[in-house]
Nanobody
């Protein structure tokens, strides 16, 4: 019954900010890790940021110092044209050992466009 949906995308100018929201419904108590990925036209999907159950974060080098991830949000500051992409939220769930159903779930992906 787990579903993931993102919101908060849009069009901003270089240097602007956006906050993406990852809304998760269902067995939210089973969430282990959360992450954000993005895919730009003509490029492969890229891992942007992750946060573990314990709160440890990871950022790809290109967004360090500009993006901040929390459990259900990705704050994006000082946006650049190279940040233009479709952004996908990913939720990883614990498995049967934790009385959960496991699996990985993805949102549809909002468009983020940064104009120069």
């Amino acid at each position: 019954q787990v579903q993931v949906a993102e919101s908060g995308g849009g069009l901003v100018q270089t240097g602007g900010s956006l906050r993406l929201h990852c809304a998760v419904s269902g067995d939210t108590i089973c969430i282990r890790d959360m992450g954000w990925y993005r895919q730009a036209p003509g490029k492969e999907r890229e891992l942007v940021a992750t946060i573990t159950y314990g709160g440890k974060t990871y950022y790809t080098d290109s967004v360090k110092g500009r993006f901040t991830i929390s459990r259900f949000y990705l704050q994006m500051n000082s946006l650049k044209p190279d940040d233009t992409a479709v952004y996908y939220c990913n939720a990883s769930l614990a498995g049967a050992g934790y009385a959960c159903n496991g699996g990985t779930f993805w949102g549809r992906g909002p468009q983020v466009t940064v104009s120069s």
